[in-house]
T-cell receptor, first 114, second 114 residues
Framework: AQSVAQPEDQVNVAEGNPLTVKCTYS??????LFWYVQYPNRGLQFLLK??????LVKGSYGFEAEFNKSQTSFHLKKPSALVSDSALYFC????????????FGGGTRLMVKP | DTAVSQTPKYLVTQMGNDKSIKCEQN?????MYWYKQDSKKFLKIMFS???????INETVPNRFSPKSPDKAHLNLHINSLELGDSAVYFC?????????????FGPGTRLTVL
């Protein structure tokens, strides 16, 4: 069975500073990894994914994530945070060889302060 | 144009009632899903369905049943509603075999059981 851990319930960062939202996973075989963002009272929006290839994945709104197989991590990063980035971020995983149902982490609330 | 839409957006009902939530996607995807997000924002997969297979998360009570009149629709029917069913329900869709099967989510339906 797969699992995802987002160890921080909340991350606080000042506008203009770099941000990191952490994610570690456990899955049988090779993973497909995803990041989604949820703004208040909205559905989840796809940000980026890792399928194969380059470990550094670039996505929407200037976000990127780095796949680290040895550390089983897929941390979300952005060089310069915006107040509008404040939202709930979810990491998700599924194995690349069985089924298509995602397992989500518990979510991390990102607060960017002016 | 909304890719994945759900109706209603809000649903308030009494315990014991039967209700349905509708989902439609215009992405031409062949797989649809239902997720439940509880009050702590934790997301859990309930069902995955395409024209070949229905996969049910074993923790979902059999009071919940997905119904798909066609490939573009997956409705969620709930019998004998309980207080614990109060949550936000998200529909999603993806195309099987399309590079990681990225799932696209609807805006959610907030169900309140009184």
């Amino acid at each position: 069975a797969q699992s995802v851990a987002q160890p921080e319930d909340q991350v606080n960062v000042a506008e203009g500073n770099p941000l990191t939202v952490k994610c570690t996973y456990s899955v049988s075989g090779n993973p497909y990894l995803f990041w989604y963002v949820q703004y208040p009272n909205r559905g989840l929006q796809f940000l980026l994914k890792y399928i194969t290839g380059d470990n550094l994945v670039k996505g929407s709104y200037g976000f990127e994530a780095e796949f680290n197989k040895s550390q089983t991590s897929f941390h979300l990063k952005k060089p310069s945070a915006l107040v509008s980035d404040s939202a709930l971020y979810f990491c998700a995983v599924r194995p690349n060889n069985a089924g298509n149902m995602l397992t989500f982490g518990g979510g991390t609330r990102l607060m960017v302060k002016p | 144009d909304t890719a994945v839409s759900q109706t209603p957006k809000y649903l308030v009902t009494q315990m014991g009632n039967d209700k349905s939530i509708k989902c439609e996607q215009n992405l031409g995807h062949d797989t649809m899903y239902w997720y439940k997000q509880d009050s702590k924002k934790f997301l859990k997969i309930m069902f995955s369905y395409n024209n070949k297979e229905l996969i049910i998360n074993e923790t979902v009570p059999n009071r919940f049943s997905p119904k798909s009149p066609d490939k573009a629709h997956l409705n969620l029917h709930i019998n004998s509603l309980e207080l614990g069913d109060s949550a936000v329900y998200f529909c999603a869709s993806s195309q099987e075999g399309l590079a990681g099967d990225t799932q696209y989510f609807g805006p959610g339906t907030r169900l309140t059981v009184l």
